[in-house]
Structures are given as structure tokens and as C-alpha cells.
């Protein structure tokens, strides 16, 4: 009844490209019951796509620092934070200009790939993002 991956017995590394800026490297992790658990790796300034998760996305970072962005607010983020993206959102995530970035991603559902970020998109979360807490 368990779907058990051990670590380092799944995939090798990709560097992921078609639905983000800049360079991003992911390890999958789990899938099961609608569920994509992986790990993302983002050099600075890196960046997912506009993006909506059917059923919600945890996040939980792992190292670095960075963002979490919507149409309407962003937040920056460091290692331990945990966000909780509800289902439907449009939004990114990425590294912040400065450091690296990487999160523990835990999609539910669907994914829908919008459109790239833009640098003035990504420069104005940067500017206005709050601290989580
Ligand atoms: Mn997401």
C-alpha cells in the first residue's frame, strides 16, 4: 500500500528549461495519488514560469534565499519557511538576485504553465517582498 523511493535510487539530476529562467536543476522525488514531491536547485536570479497548481503546492526551503510571488504580493523566503500556495494561484518562485535557492516542492494536482516572468515582474517582487512572519 506504500509508495516508497529511496534517495539516490531515483533519477539522475535535470536541468529543467522549458518552464523556467535561468539555470535550475531538479531531483524528483516522489509521485503518487496526485501528489510530485521533488527538490528544485536554483542559481541566482533563477526563476519558475507563472504557474497555477490544480490543488496547491507546499513549499518548504531547503537553503538560500528567495521568493514566492502572486499577481498581487510576494514574499521572500529563506531556509526552514514552509508556504502553502492554495489551489488556483498564479505565481512564481525563485531564487533572490544575491544567493542560490532550494525548496522541497509537494505539487497536488494538475500543473498549468503560463508565462515566463518577466525581469521587470521579478524586479518589483524583489522590491516589495515582504518577510514571511
Ligand atoms: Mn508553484
Known amino acids: 500500500m506504500f509508495t516508497v523511493t529511496r534517495a539516490h535510487a531515483g533519477q539522475p539530476s535535470s536541468r529543467a528549461d522549458s518552464t523556467f ?3 535550475v536543476w531538479r531531483d524528483p522525488i516522489l509521485r503518487a495519488d496526485g501528489i ?12 519558475t514560469f507563472w ?14 534565499e528567495g521568493f514566492v510571488a502572486g499577481r498581487e504580493a510576494a ?7 514552509a508556504v502553502w500556495t492554495p489551489p488556483g494561484a498564479a505565481h512564481w518562485h525563485g531564487a533572490c538576485a ?12 494538475q500543473v498549468e504553465w503560463l508565462e515566463a516572468v518577466t525581469d521587470e515582474e521579478y524586479e518589483h517582487a524583489a522590491a516589495t517582498a515582504s518577510s514571511v512572519g
Open 75 to 81: 514574499v521572500r523566503v529563506a531556509k526552514g519557511d
Open 21 to 23: 529562467t535561468g539555470e
Open 51 to 64: 504557474h497555477i497548481h490544480e490543488r496547491g503546492q507546499l513549499l518548504i526551503v531547503a537553503g538560500g
Open 36 to 47: 510530485n514531491a521533488g527538490n528544485v536547485f536554483f542559481t541566482p536570479r533563477a526563476r
Open 98 to 109: 544575491e544567493r542560490f535557492f532550494t525548496h522541497t516542492a509537494v505539487s497536488v494536482g
